[in-house]
């Protein structure tokens, strides 16, 4: 494990890169306060093209009390490119060797749009170290009621990480909410300054999940869940949270309104609705 230059703008979190099977991933660990209660850490899973930064604001809105693990995919934000393609499926099993890596015994999981499908894989394959649940924004893959042809088309290209004018653009047309009438917070949310946006690493991401499904296996998936979904969400139909809701054995859902984005955008609405199920009883 090397150390690497803070980038997060909270001096609370150790941020550097670790090698698990041969990838290099860069890391950040928001340290609980020694106040309260000790509790499960939680691990992030970020959407499509998103570095670890995006969530910063949802991160802030969680109680001090509580760990909260992140990382960049390959090719995403500090993570190099890698020079093989990855799957859902085997890449779960990277991220069970990451929390083992990083000596966590036992970790509650969000997934975060494309990060939900990949925490819906880590759910199945890491039944012994996943406690609890949260799938935020997201669906099961390939089978699933999917966006509107004009969606997908704009989800094809990382351009909106990387141009801010063109986020603001399309920002209400994709992700629903309160971009509707203030599209220039999607800008803000999906850019950082000084960062470069994704390049390859976007691609491969759409490669991992490529012909990947988890609906004929949501019965697999014990632990205790919560799906949070928007009633705007361009992106994923909410049909698909209900989906989820009905196919996981122990799930609830929690529907609210707003977007895509929500979790970041009104992160200070959603934070305590997700603690709230993450403090609760197993």
Do not use: C
Not at 68 to 82: A, H, L, N, Y
Not at 159 to 178: C, K, L, N, P, V
């Amino acid at each position: 494990m090397t150390s690497s230059a803070r980038t997060l703008e909270s001096p609370e979190d150790d941020v550097f890169s670790t090698t698990v099977r041969g990838r290099t991933l860069r890391v950040s660990i928001r340290r609980a306060s020694v106040d309260g209660p000790r509790r499960t850490p939680l691990l992030l899973l970020n959407g499509i093209g998103a570095r670890l930064e995006v969530l910063q604001p949802f991160v802030d809105a969680l109680p001090e009390n509580l760990e909260v693990i992140r990382f960049d995919v390959p090719g995403i934000g500090g993570s190099p490119e890698p020079t093989l393609p990855y799957h859902m499926s085997t890449f779960a099993l990277l991220v069970g060797r990451l929390v083992k890596q990083l000596g966590y015994g036992k970790v509650d999981v969000l997934g975060f749009s494309w990060g939900g499908g990949l925490a819906q894989q880590v759910a199945i394959s890491g039944r012994r170290w996943v406690r609890k649940l949260v799938l935020v924004a997201t669906g099961t893959g390939s089978l699933m009621v999917p966006a509107r042809p004009h969606v997908l088309g704009k989800m094809l290209t990382p351009r909106r990480h990387r141009d801010g004018a063109y986020a603001a653009s399309i920002a209400g047309e994709i992700y629903g909410g309160t971009m509707r009438t203030d599209p220039q917070k999607a800008a803000q949310a999906l850019l950082s300054d000084g960062l470069a946006g994704p390049g390859r690493g976007y691609y491969y991401q759409l490669f991992a999940g490529a012909g990947w499904t988890t609906l004929p296996f949501l019965n697999m998936i014990r632990q205790p869940a919560l799906i949070v979904a928007g009633d705007d969400d361009p992106i994923i139909p909410v049909i698909n949270a209900r989906m989820m809701t009905r196919g996981i054995p122990n799930a609830r859902l929690h529907l609210y309104r707003g977007g895509h984005l929500a979790l970041i955008t009104e992160a200070t609405e959603l934070a305590p609705v997700i603690d709230e199920f993450l403090a609760g009883p197993v």
